[in-house]
C-alpha cells in the first residue's frame, strides 16, 4: 500500500479505499441507467353550479316563480306580454354545459270567469339574443357554453291569443345546468 506507514494506519487507509468504493457503486445503482417514460391520464368530474346573479351558488338547479302581469292595451295590440332581462343566472362550470328549463305545471291557471286554463306552452323563454323557446313540462335547453363562468340573461314572453282571458297567472320555472 503506502510505504513508510505502519501497518494499522494501512489497514485503515485500505478499509476506507474499499468503503468509498463500495459507496460510490451504491450510489451508481441508484442512478436510472436506462430512460422510461409513461402517460398519466385522469379526468376531471364535472363540477357545475346555477344562480340567480348576486346570490349564492346553491346546486345545479334554480326554481324561479313569475307572475304574469295584467296585459296593457298597446300589449293586447301586439299579442304579447315582453319582459326582457326578467332574469339573470350565473352559470359556472368546469365542463361545457347546457343550461334546461321546464315548467312545473302544465297550465298557469284559470282565467278569472274561470272558462279558460293558460297553458304553459303560451310563456315563451330565450337566453338574450336567441330565439323564444314555448315552455313545456319537459326539460328544453335554452342555451349551451364552455366551461368558466358565465352570465345568462333571459327574457320572457306570454302569449296573448284571441283564446287569452285575464286572469291571476303564474308559473314556476325549474332551470338546470348540465352537461350537453
Given at each position: 500500500m503506502v510505504a513508510g506507514l505502519p501497518r494499522t494506519m494501512k489497514k485503515i487507509i485500505a478499509a476506507g479505499v474499499v468503503i468509498t468504493l463500495g459507496a460510490l457503486g451504491l450510489l451508481q445503482e441508484s442512478f436510472p441507467q436506462n430512460s422510461a417514460s409513461a402517460t398519466v391520464s385522469f379526468r376531471l368530474a364535472p363540477a357545475m353550479s346555477l344562480s340567480v346573479l348576486g346570490t349564492n351558488p346553491q346546486g345545479n338547479s334554480v326554481v324561479s316563480v313569475y307572475t304574469i302581469p295584467r296585459p296593457t292595451e298597446q300589449e293586447r295590440q301586439a299579442g304579447f306580454i315582453e319582459r326582457?332581462?326578467?332574469?339573470?343566472?350565473?352559470?359556472?362550470?368546469?365542463?361545457?354545459?347546457?343550461?334546461?328549463?321546464?315548467?312545473?305545471?302544465?297550465?298557469?291557471?284559470?282565467?278569472?270567469?274561470?272558462?279558460?286554463?293558460?297553458?304553459?306552452?303560451?310563456?315563451?323563454?330565450?337566453?338574450?339574443?336567441?330565439?323564444?323557446?314555448?315552455?313545456?313540462?319537459?326539460?328544453?335547453?335554452?342555451?349551451?357554453?364552455?366551461?368558466?363562468?358565465?352570465?345568462?340573461?333571459?327574457?320572457?314572453?306570454?302569449?296573448?291569443?284571441?283564446?287569452?282571458?285575464?286572469?291571476?297567472?303564474?308559473?314556476?320555472?325549474?332551470?338546470?345546468?348540465?352537461?350537453?
Open positions: 326582457l332581462r326578467a332574469l339573470t343566472l350565473q352559470a359556472r362550470s368546469n365542463a361545457p354545459w347546457a343550461l334546461r328549463v321546464r315548467a312545473y305545471e302544465p297550465s298557469m291557471g284559470t282565467s278569472d270567469d274561470g272558462t279558460y286554463r293558460k297553458p304553459v306552452s303560451d310563456f315563451e323563454v330565450r337566453a338574450a339574443p336567441g330565439p323564444y323557446l314555448p315552455l313545456s313540462v319537459n326539460d328544453q335547453t335554452v342555451t349551451r357554453g364552455p366551461s368558466g363562468e358565465h352570465i345568462i340573461v333571459l327574457d320572457y314572453r306570454v302569449q296573448l291569443g284571441p283564446q287569452h282571458r285575464d286572469g291571476t297567472y303564474s308559473v314556476t320555472l325549474i332551470y338546470t345546468i348540465t352537461t350537453p
